[in-house]
């Protein structure tokens, strides 16, 4: 993988946030590095790339960092324009969306 379009994902298997990542550079045909993580034993790369929260799953792209999953969805929708359209174009239906995936996003926050 040239180092101009490198794209790495740092998470853990049985992450719903990480599959979510997982399934959106599938839909987009994204070539990535997947780097499995320990929950309760990090990796020096997780308090590299997310110092502030030091959660999973981060996006690398091009050595550049993108965390939370939703801010991640967001940026591979808006970065390669090949694929399937993730959210949609109209900005009223991209607000539902938004709205429904942080719904739903408190919702399993609440629960675990």
């Not at 993988?1 to 599959?19: C, D, F, H, Q």
Request: hydrophobic fraction near 40%.
């Amino acid at each position: 993988m040239e180092e101009e379009n490198r794209v790495m994902l740092l998470g853990i298997w049985a992450s719903p946030y990480t599959k979510r990542v997982e399934l959106a550079l599938k839909l987009k045909g994204i070539a990535y590095e997947y780097v499995e993580e320990d929950m309760f034993n990090k990796s020096p790369l997780v308090y590299k790339y997310n110092p502030v929260y030091k959660r999973l799953p981060i996006l690398v792209h091009n050595g550049n960092p993108i965390v939370e999953s939703l801010v991640i969805l967001e940026y591979i929708d808006e970065t390669w324009k090949n694929g399937l359209q993730i959210l949609p174009s109209d900005p009223y239906k991209r607000a539902k969306v938004r709205f429904w995936a942080s719904f739903i996003h408190q919702q399993q926050i609440v629960t675990c």
